[in-house]
């Protein structure tokens, strides 16, 4: 699988955040897009995940499911955990496995993958940062897509969960899987570097 | 199907616990319906007149007073990315979350009609109409208004623009809603006149509300 992108112009509000953009990435390989606040990471990602539409330019996945988009071939990880505060731990998770098309019984194998399987019944409103952001990395696990895009994926994880999602990582990246993943500190994992701008 | 399933599951199960809208929206029917008789007073005559039209009037703003959760509460927490970027086509995903919370919040405001009814002096032919016509006239309310919650999502207080975008789209039904009532009390119309048109107002929302909150929803992403 290849995931490229040639040319990309965005422009957000207005205002040009990059223009001209190259990227290019295959199966088993991660891709660190790092450059300074402002200088479009997050918007890149946004991008290719179909959630903004480019000013110019083309993102092409070769070698994945024909009939399906890129998008639908796609993990978002984003700032905001997707999680409802008034549903269980168990409850989210089984949701998004359900929306996005997950195999039913694996849930609680996933949730022990990622350190909850304690906190099950919780509601997800007593969750702390880090075990929320543990529970969206769960969803991640419960449904297969052969492209994660991360923002910042490892912000407000402990050192543990650091490790642990290194591992994830390892494993998604081993069964031929694509990362595409915005970061200020090193993901801990071998990365090509997509070096953005400076804001201008 | 199960992906749409999922969320109709959700949605409800989110609305019927603490802090869900569900029971809000009820609560502020009751509280419209039963504040009423003491702005227009105790004259039972004019209250049976104005029955419908109030109850009517009550569950189009209780229907209001949730709807502009149905998009927001999604986009805030992230949640409506990845429902954007799902499998299963945004129109379908938008018809889902307007059905679950007809299911939630709308179908509640039915069932207390005939409660309200009592308090409004209304005999059980009235209330039965009223009930009738809120059934087929309220997904009516909650289809266009999604698409006013759809345009709203990305501004900041869109709760507020909700109301003065969804309001005179639900004109037609309030008419025809309020007519076929009366029709059954009063007459001289025939019930079957207004309420076909009723019918058809809900019909016709229920095909071009998802779609036009779906492109709504697509453009608005930012």
């Known amino acids: 699988m290849r995931l490229s992108g040639r040319q990309i112009d965005c422009i957000r509000g207005g205002r040009g955040v990059f223009s001209g953009l190259d990227f290019e990435t295959s199966s088993g390989e991660v891709l660190a897009v790092v450059g300074p606040n402002g200088s479009g990471k997050t918007s890149l990602l946004r991008l290719i995940a179909g959630l903004l539409v480019p000013a110019g330019g083309s993102i092409d996945l070769e070698g994945g499911e024909a009939e399906l988009t890129l998008p639908e071939q796609s993990h978002y990880l984003g700032h905001r955990d997707a999680l409802k505060p008034a549903l269980s731990v168990h409850e989210n998770l089984a949701f998004w496995r359900d929306f996005l098309g997950g195999k039913i019984g694996e849930l609680s194998q996933c949730l022990s993958a990622v350190g909850l399987g304690h906190a099950t019944h919780l509601p997800a409103a007593y969750l702390s940062a880090g075990q929320r952001r543990r529970l969206s990395i769960a969803r991640l696990l419960v449904v297969r897509r052969p492209v994660w895009l991360l923002d910042e994926p490892t912000s407000a994880l402990d050192t543990a969960g650091q490790d642990l999602f290194v591992g994830v990582m390892r494993e998604h990246l081993a069964s031929g899987g694509i990362i595409i993943a915005a970061t200020h500190t090193p993901l801990g994992i071998g990365a090509r570097e997509l070096r953005m701008g400076g804001a201008t | ?222």
């Open chain 2, 1 to 222: 199907m199960t992906a749409l399933a999922a969320l109709i599951r959700r949605d409800i199960r989110i609305a019927v616990r603490v802090g869900g809208g569900a029971l809000i929206g009820v609560l502020f029917f009751l509280t419209v319906t039963v504040l009423m008789p003491f702005a227009i007073g105790p004259d039972l005559a004019l209250l049976t007149r104005l029955g419908p039209a109030i109850l009517w009037f009550g569950a189009l703003l209780a229907s209001l007073l949730t709807l502009d959760r149905l998009f927001t509460a999604d986009h805030e927490d992230g949640s409506l990315d990845l429902i954007v970027m799902g499998r299963a086509p945004l129109e379908l995903a938008c018809a889902a979350k307007a059905l679950a919370h007809w299911l939630a919040a709308g179908l509640p405001l039915i069932v207390a009609t005939p409660v309200l009814g009592l308090l409004l002096n209304l005999d059980a032919t009235a209330t039965a109409a009223v009930a009738l016509t809120l059934l087929v006239g309220t997904p009516a309310l909650t289809f266009t208004g999604m698409i006013g919650a759809a345009l709203a999502v990305t501004l900041h207080r869109g709760g507020l623009l909700l109301a003065v975008l969804v309001l005179p789209l639900s004109i037609p039904v309030l008419i025809f809603g309020v007519a076929a009532s009366q029709a059954a009390i009063t007459g001289p119309l025939s019930f079957g006149t207004p309420f076909s048109i009723l019918c058809a107002l809900s019909l016709v929302s229920l095909v071009v509300g998802p779609f036009a909150a779906a492109a709504s929803l697509r453009h608005g992403l930012d």
